[in-house]
């Protein structure tokens, strides 16, 4: 391999396995050199989401002036949306469960903050906008949140679905323009991942560390989330 690797600090990804370990293999082709303004951890943190926000909000063409609902706006991949439709001139609205992630969702630019475990937060959001309804919605999670949110979309405005964290998609209705971009190929997610480093680099996006935990107690961190107990990005520590 390059020589230039040798002692390098790096990320990858292990292709979905053998990835809880202190050491693994990877491919010299799948490696991306860490910017000496980046800490490991939030390179970690940025690998998987920072390369996934990067290609939805390149797909959703976030324009300024528009409005944004952002779901899951406290995690990992959420708070990063709400960081890139903010730098695009958006008005955002994040929306999490409970009032501990307010002040965190606001910090990284959004507008309002909605709490979808209370009833009628999705008129909330239609009084936010002055009635017109949002322009476009990141939903992560669908289900019964996700039919909600539509109910706060404009009548042709755009849905990008990127999860089913309730365990179902959440279905558009005919007036819903759906967000349906080409599957990125290995290296098109290499270069989205490098420049997402980039732009924690130039202190253009922060990923959010909320927790840590030891290797040794990936459980316990798989437990957290699980219960919805976490913050940002959960990371495992070797």
């Known amino acids: 391999v390059d020589q230039a690797l040798v002692e390098a600090l790096v990320v990858t990804t292990t ?18 050199l860490v910017p000496p303004a980046v800490e490991l951890p939030d390179a970690v943190a940025l690998l998987a989401d920072g390369r996934t926000a990067l290609l939805l909000h390149n797909q959703a063409d976030v324009r300024p002036g528009e409005s944004v609902l952002v779901e899951a706006a406290g995690g990992g991949l959420g708070s990063l949306l709400v960081q890139l439709a903010t730098a695009a001139g958006a008005t955002v609205i994040g929306a999490a469960r409970g009032d501990t992630k307010r002040e965190l969702v606001l910090s990284l630019g959004a507008a309002s903050y909605v709490d ?5 937060w999705a008129r909330e959001v239609i009084e936010v906008t002055g009635g017109t309804g949002v322009d476009l919605i990141h939903d992560g999670i669908g289900g019964e949140i996700g039919a909600q949110a539509l109910t706060a979309l404009r009548p042709g405005g755009r849905l990008s679905s990127h999860g089913m964290a309730s365990g179902s998609w959440t279905e558009p209705s005919a007036d819903v323009t759906v967000i349906a971009g080409a599957a990125p190929t290995p290296a098109q997610l290499r270069a989205l ?15 959010i560390i909320g927790q840590t935990f030891p290797l040794a107690e990936a459980a316990a ?6 219960n919805r107990a976490t913050l940002g990005k959960t990371l495992l520590i070797p």
């Open 15 to 32: 292709g979905g396995a053998g990835g809880y370990a202190e050491l693994a293999v990877a491919d010299a082709a799948d490696l991306i």
């Open 116 to 120: 979808y475990a209370r009833p009628g």
């Open 193 to 207: 991942a490098a420049r997402a480093l980039a732009h924690a680099a130039a202190g253009r996006l922060r990923p």
């Open 221 to 226: 961190a798989h437990q957290a989330i699980e």
